[in-house]
T-cell receptor, first 115, second 113 residues
Framework: GAVVSQHPSWVICKSGTSVKIECRSL??????MFWYRQFPKQSLMLMAT?????????EQGVEKDKFLINHASLTLSTLTVTSAHPEDSSFYIC???????????FGPGTRLTVL | AQSVTQLGSHVSVSEGALVLLRCNYS??????LFWYVQYPNQGLQLLLK??????LVKGINGFEAEFKKSETSFHLTKPSAHMSDAAEYFC???????????FGTGTSLTVIP
């Protein structure tokens, strides 16, 4: 089946630094990938749609200059949290459509803790 | 516009008892419906999906769900709960293009020994 990986699985950083999270589709190509944010005990909130070879599409209220998305290849999308602050601490999950696009396959998530 | 509502943010069942997690949807187009399970500190794993074929869908780990258009529902069931079923369950709806997925708020399932 379709497998999506994320790296790192957990990262702790100091306030003001930038953190890059990778999302890879391991056994299929994905022209589109999605980035979600999940707060404790809450559902997933779509942040942005990552498009291979073009600019990402951000959901309303998501700062595109703070959450930089790059989709440089058909198997890799990266999310960079710039100048991170404690309020950016969250669980970030990516997904990619597989199986003829009607199903989303999710990565294992990345827990970001900003001190 | 599409949305899902999951009734009951917390459900507790005894081990061996029936599991019923409720999901109602709203969609202006024929919906594609999904149930995902999330274990602590992990991503989402697909349990099952409805994509306009059979209305009774069987998934992994003994779960199944029935699409009822008249009730706009897609409830998840399992005849006998196991301790390993304790997790967070999310219902989602999409238009089938693989793009926008709309998630419910999730239901936390606790299995009591």
């Amino acid at each position: 089946g379709a497998v999506v990986s994320q790296h790192p699985s957990w990262v702790i950083c100091k306030s003001g630094t930038s953190v890059k999270i990778e999302c890879r589709s391991l056994d299929f190509q994905a022209t589109t990938m999605f980035w979600y944010r999940q707060f404790p005990k809450q559902s997933l909130m779509l942040m942005a749609t990552s498009n291979e070879g073009s600019k990402a599409t951000y959901e309303q209220g998501v700062e595109k200059d703070k959450f930089l998305i790059n989709h440089a290849s058909l198997t890799l999308s990266t999310l960079t949290v710039t100048s991170a602050h404690p309020e950016d601490s969250s669980f970030y999950i990516c997904s990619a459509p597989g199986d003829g696009t009607d199903t989303q396959y999710f990565g294992p998530g990345t827990r970001l803790t900003v001190l | 516009a599409q949305s899902v509502t999951q009734l009951g943010s917390h459900v507790s069942v005894s081990e061996g008892a029936l599991v019923l997690l409720r999901c109602n949807y709203s969609s202006s187009v024929p919906p594609y419906l999904f149930w995902y399970v999330q274990y602590p500190n992990q991503g989402l794993q697909l349990l099952l999906k409805y994509t306009s074929a059979a209305t009774l869908v069987k998934g992994i780990n003994g779960f199944e769900a029935e699409f009822k258009k008249s009730e706009t529902s897609f409830h998840l069931t399992k005849p006998s709960a196991h301790m390993s079923d304790a997790a967070e369950y999310f219902c989602a709806v999409s238009d089938g293009t693989g793009n926008q997925f709309y998630f419910g708020t999730g239901t936390s399932l606790t299995v009591i020994p």
